[in-house]
T-cell receptor
Framework: EPEVTQTPSHQVTQMGQEVILRCVPI?????FYWYRQILGQKVEFLVS????????KSEIFDDQFSVERPDGSNFTLKIRSTKLEDSAMYFC????????????FGSGTRLTVV | SQKIEQNSEALNIQEGKTATLTCNYT??????LQWYRQDPGRGPVFLLL?????KEKRKERLKVTFDTTLKQSLFHITASQPADSATYLC?????????????FGQGTTLQVKP
Protein backbone atom coordinates (compact mmCIF):
# COMPACT_ATOMS: atom_id res chain seq x y z
CA GLU A 1 0.00 0.00 0.00
CA PRO A 2 1.39 3.47 -0.86
CA GLU A 3 2.84 5.40 2.07
CA VAL A 4 3.70 8.95 2.98
CA THR A 5 7.34 8.96 4.05
CA GLN A 6 8.75 11.46 6.53
CA THR A 7 12.34 12.12 7.50
CA PRO A 8 13.90 12.38 9.96
CA SER A 9 11.85 10.47 12.50
CA HIS A 10 13.44 12.45 15.34
CA GLN A 11 15.15 15.82 15.33
CA VAL A 12 16.67 17.65 18.27
CA THR A 13 17.62 21.25 17.67
CA GLN A 14 18.81 24.27 19.61
CA MET A 15 16.39 27.13 20.10
CA GLY A 16 16.83 29.69 17.33
CA GLN A 17 18.12 27.18 14.79
CA GLU A 18 16.46 26.41 11.48
CA VAL A 19 15.01 22.97 10.80
CA ILE A 20 13.68 21.38 7.65
CA LEU A 21 11.26 18.50 7.89
CA ARG A 22 10.90 16.39 4.80
CA CYS A 23 8.03 14.42 3.34
CA VAL A 24 7.42 12.34 0.24
CA PRO A 25 3.66 12.27 -0.37
CA ILE A 26 1.90 9.58 -2.37
CA UNK A 27 2.78 10.12 -6.01
CA UNK A 28 -0.67 10.61 -7.53
CA UNK A 29 -2.04 12.71 -4.68
CA UNK A 30 -2.76 16.35 -5.37
CA UNK A 31 -3.25 17.95 -1.95
CA PHE A 32 -0.57 18.13 0.69
CA TYR A 33 -0.69 19.12 4.33
CA TRP A 34 1.35 19.64 7.45
CA TYR A 35 -0.18 19.02 10.85
CA ARG A 36 1.36 19.08 14.28
CA GLN A 37 0.51 17.40 17.57
CA ILE A 38 1.91 18.68 20.84
CA LEU A 39 2.25 15.87 23.37
CA GLY A 40 -1.15 14.97 24.84
CA GLN A 41 -3.03 17.40 22.61
CA LYS A 42 -5.03 17.11 19.45
CA VAL A 43 -3.78 17.01 15.88
CA GLU A 44 -3.73 20.61 14.60
CA PHE A 45 -3.79 21.86 11.03
CA LEU A 46 -0.83 24.00 9.96
CA VAL A 47 -0.98 24.44 6.19
CA SER A 48 -2.44 23.02 2.99
CA UNK A 49 -0.73 23.08 -0.40
CA UNK A 50 -2.26 22.56 -3.82
CA UNK A 51 -1.16 23.34 -7.35
CA UNK A 52 2.26 24.47 -6.11
CA UNK A 53 1.00 27.07 -3.73
CA UNK A 54 -0.35 27.44 -0.23
CA UNK A 55 -4.13 27.05 -0.16
CA UNK A 56 -4.72 27.81 3.47
CA LYS A 57 -2.70 28.31 6.63
CA SER A 58 -3.61 28.39 10.28
CA GLU A 59 -2.78 31.03 12.85
CA ILE A 60 0.05 28.78 14.03
CA PHE A 61 1.71 29.02 10.61
CA ASP A 62 3.36 32.40 11.07
CA ASP A 63 6.31 33.97 9.24
CA GLN A 64 8.70 31.51 10.87
CA PHE A 65 7.17 28.68 8.86
CA SER A 66 7.41 27.99 5.14
CA VAL A 67 6.63 25.09 2.85
CA GLU A 68 8.05 24.06 -0.47
CA ARG A 69 7.62 21.37 -3.07
CA PRO A 70 11.00 21.75 -4.74
CA ASP A 71 11.05 18.87 -7.19
CA GLY A 72 7.59 17.42 -7.71
CA SER A 73 8.05 14.63 -5.17
CA ASN A 74 9.36 16.11 -1.92
CA PHE A 75 7.33 18.40 0.30
CA THR A 76 9.18 20.27 3.03
CA LEU A 77 8.32 22.29 6.10
CA LYS A 78 10.92 24.79 7.26
CA ILE A 79 10.91 26.46 10.65
CA ARG A 80 13.26 29.41 10.41
CA SER A 81 14.06 30.11 14.05
CA THR A 82 12.78 27.41 16.35
CA LYS A 83 11.22 28.13 19.72
CA LEU A 84 10.71 25.80 22.68
CA GLU A 85 6.98 25.74 21.95
CA ASP A 86 7.63 24.32 18.48
CA SER A 87 8.45 20.98 20.12
CA ALA A 88 5.83 18.56 18.79
CA MET A 89 5.17 15.71 16.37
CA TYR A 90 4.84 17.04 12.85
CA PHE A 91 2.80 15.01 10.42
CA CYS A 92 2.72 15.32 6.67
CA UNK A 93 -0.44 14.16 4.89
CA UNK A 94 -1.66 13.88 1.34
CA UNK A 95 -4.95 13.13 -0.35
CA UNK A 96 -6.16 12.53 -3.86
CA UNK A 97 -8.83 15.20 -3.59
CA UNK A 98 -11.16 17.04 -1.30
CA UNK A 99 -14.47 15.43 -0.45
CA UNK A 100 -14.84 11.67 -0.47
CA UNK A 101 -11.19 10.82 0.09
CA UNK A 102 -9.35 9.84 3.21
CA UNK A 103 -6.04 11.44 4.01
CA UNK A 104 -2.85 9.43 4.25
CA PHE A 105 -0.54 10.55 7.04
CA GLY A 106 3.14 9.88 7.49
CA SER A 107 4.58 8.48 10.71
CA GLY A 108 5.72 11.91 11.76
CA THR A 109 8.85 13.73 12.81
CA ARG A 110 9.30 14.28 16.52
CA LEU A 111 10.89 17.70 16.90
CA THR A 112 12.46 18.59 20.21
CA VAL A 113 13.71 22.15 20.69
CA VAL A 114 16.15 22.57 23.58
CA SER B 1 -17.28 29.08 18.02
CA GLN B 2 -16.63 25.86 16.11
CA LYS B 3 -16.02 22.75 18.18
CA ILE B 4 -15.52 19.03 17.70
CA GLU B 5 -15.93 17.06 20.91
CA GLN B 6 -15.27 13.41 21.59
CA ASN B 7 -15.67 11.36 24.78
CA SER B 8 -12.99 12.96 26.90
CA GLU B 9 -12.47 9.95 29.13
CA ALA B 10 -10.85 6.72 28.08
CA LEU B 11 -13.17 3.88 27.23
CA ASN B 12 -12.39 0.50 28.79
CA ILE B 13 -14.26 -2.54 27.55
CA GLN B 14 -13.98 -6.31 27.65
CA GLU B 15 -12.85 -8.25 24.60
CA GLY B 16 -15.79 -9.32 22.45
CA LYS B 17 -18.00 -6.40 23.43
CA THR B 18 -19.02 -3.52 21.20
CA ALA B 19 -17.23 -0.22 21.69
CA THR B 20 -19.20 2.94 20.91
CA LEU B 21 -17.41 6.26 20.55
CA THR B 22 -19.14 9.62 20.16
CA CYS B 23 -18.27 12.71 18.14
CA ASN B 24 -20.31 15.89 18.49
CA TYR B 25 -19.72 19.08 16.58
CA THR B 26 -21.05 22.62 16.64
CA UNK B 27 -21.05 25.41 14.08
CA UNK B 28 -19.92 23.18 11.25
CA UNK B 29 -21.87 21.92 8.26
CA UNK B 30 -19.57 19.17 7.01
CA UNK B 31 -20.28 17.32 3.82
CA UNK B 32 -18.08 14.47 5.08
CA LEU B 33 -17.03 13.12 8.44
CA GLN B 34 -14.02 10.86 8.83
CA TRP B 35 -12.69 8.53 11.52
CA TYR B 36 -9.02 7.77 12.09
CA ARG B 37 -7.06 5.48 14.37
CA GLN B 38 -3.89 6.73 16.05
CA ASP B 39 -1.41 4.54 17.88
CA PRO B 40 1.10 6.11 20.31
CA GLY B 41 3.87 7.96 18.47
CA ARG B 42 2.32 7.26 15.07
CA GLY B 43 0.35 9.23 12.51
CA PRO B 44 -3.44 8.94 12.13
CA VAL B 45 -4.64 6.11 9.92
CA PHE B 46 -7.82 6.58 7.88
CA LEU B 47 -10.61 4.14 8.74
CA LEU B 48 -13.94 5.30 7.35
CA LEU B 49 -15.64 8.26 5.74
CA UNK B 50 -19.36 9.01 5.75
CA UNK B 51 -21.22 11.59 3.68
CA UNK B 52 -23.84 13.95 5.05
CA UNK B 53 -26.61 12.15 3.14
CA UNK B 54 -25.60 8.73 4.48
CA LYS B 55 -27.03 7.55 7.78
CA GLU B 56 -24.72 4.61 8.25
CA LYS B 57 -21.54 3.11 6.79
CA ARG B 58 -19.97 -0.25 7.55
CA LYS B 59 -16.54 -1.76 6.98
CA GLU B 60 -15.87 -5.19 8.45
CA ARG B 61 -16.30 -4.81 12.25
CA LEU B 62 -16.62 -1.02 12.05
CA LYS B 63 -19.84 0.96 11.76
CA VAL B 64 -20.26 4.72 11.61
CA THR B 65 -23.49 6.69 11.85
CA PHE B 66 -23.94 10.35 10.99
CA ASP B 67 -26.85 12.47 12.20
CA THR B 68 -26.61 15.98 10.76
CA THR B 69 -29.65 17.10 12.77
CA LEU B 70 -28.08 16.11 16.08
CA LYS B 71 -24.63 17.09 14.72
CA GLN B 72 -23.29 13.78 15.94
CA SER B 73 -21.45 10.72 14.68
CA LEU B 74 -21.20 7.39 16.47
CA PHE B 75 -18.35 4.97 15.78
CA HIS B 76 -18.86 1.32 16.70
CA ILE B 77 -16.35 -1.52 16.85
CA THR B 78 -18.11 -4.86 17.20
CA ALA B 79 -16.49 -8.00 18.61
CA SER B 80 -13.66 -5.84 19.93
CA GLN B 81 -10.16 -7.25 20.30
CA PRO B 82 -7.14 -6.12 22.35
CA ALA B 83 -5.53 -5.10 19.02
CA ASP B 84 -8.28 -2.47 18.66
CA SER B 85 -6.79 -0.58 21.63
CA ALA B 86 -5.79 2.84 20.31
CA THR B 87 -6.97 6.44 20.15
CA TYR B 88 -9.77 7.09 17.69
CA LEU B 89 -10.09 10.51 16.09
CA CYS B 90 -13.12 12.11 14.53
CA UNK B 91 -12.39 14.64 11.78
CA UNK B 92 -14.43 17.05 9.69
CA UNK B 93 -13.33 18.40 6.37
CA UNK B 94 -13.77 22.13 5.99
CA UNK B 95 -12.43 24.61 3.53
CA UNK B 96 -13.22 27.02 0.79
CA UNK B 97 -13.23 26.79 -2.97
CA UNK B 98 -11.71 23.57 -4.23
CA UNK B 99 -9.42 22.95 -1.29
CA UNK B 100 -10.13 21.57 2.13
CA UNK B 101 -8.52 20.56 5.38
CA UNK B 102 -9.32 18.18 8.20
CA UNK B 103 -10.14 19.48 11.65
CA PHE B 104 -9.73 16.84 14.35
CA GLY B 105 -11.40 16.18 17.66
CA GLN B 106 -9.17 15.45 20.63
CA GLY B 107 -9.71 11.71 20.30
CA THR B 108 -11.02 8.94 22.55
CA THR B 109 -8.64 6.32 23.87
CA LEU B 110 -10.05 2.81 23.75
CA GLN B 111 -8.62 0.02 25.87
CA VAL B 112 -9.88 -3.49 25.15
CA LYS B 113 -9.07 -5.94 27.94
CA PRO B 114 -8.67 -9.65 27.21
Amino acid sequence: EPEVTQTPSHQVTQMGQEVILRCVPISNHLYFYWYRQILGQKVEFLVSFYNNEISEKSEIFDDQFSVERPDGSNFTLKIRSTKLEDSAMYFCASTLGTGPYGYTFGSGTRLTVV
Amino acid sequence: SQKIEQNSEALNIQEGKTATLTCNYTNYSPAYLQWYRQDPGRGPVFLLLIRENEKEKRKERLKVTFDTTLKQSLFHITASQPADSATYLCALETGSGNTGKLIFGQGTTLQVKP
